[in-house]
């Protein structure tokens, strides 16, 4: 058996970071899905489901593979791996002491496959898991600005605006104007201050989050790092 070759790379995850909408997006028919409602992701304007995702793959040449298969090497195949996700939801952060095991049982099903004759194995993830020890800082988000609602993540309303001016220079420009300000002289320091000002509100209102961000950060490094 030849030497195995591997090969790590990254790509930004889809967003948000769900299931349903993470794992159609990164599989290899991706690029041939729109966005649906809600978090949902669409082809030819049907919702993808597991069982449409699977068929869709197929229509594209996939063979699927459960997970005890090997499949034919000369063709191109998708297969499935793993339990991180309902672990996850079952376990809480316990999912941290057994989390060994998903790269341990991923790696002989790579090498399963390998010997079965496949020349290559490409290994993605749609999402993972963020543990934070103090628990996850909360945000409140009012639900009419939102077409749907998580608790971790939400899709925005069209038009829908925040306690911050952050859409547009327009206010800057007319309030410059109504207090005579010349804006040749005056008005790129004028900026600064305003959207200085801004910042300095935002880092006061969530200092807390921002705090407690912070501490988990410094609390995830390694001894030897803090």
Known sequence: MQEAVAEVSWRFSALPGITRTAKPVVSPVGPLLSSGNGFDAKANGSKITADSLRRTLRDKGYEILQSDETGFPDRIAWTEFGDLDSMGHNRGWKLAREVWRSPRDLAGRITALLEAGWSEVRVITDHGWLLMPDGLPKVELPEHLTVVRKGRCARLKEGS??????????????????????????????????????????????????????????????????
């Open 161 to 226: 605006r925040t306690f911050l001016p952050v859409s547009s220079s327009g206010h800057l420009l007319l309030s410059q104007y109504f207090i005579g300000m010349d804006q040749e002289r005056f008005g790129l320091f004028f900026d600064a201050a305003i959207h200085t000002g801004t910042l300095l509100a935002a880092v006061l209102f969530f200092r807390r989050v921002l705090l407690a961000m912070a501490r988990a950060f410094l609390g995830s490094l390694p001894p030897g790092l803090r």
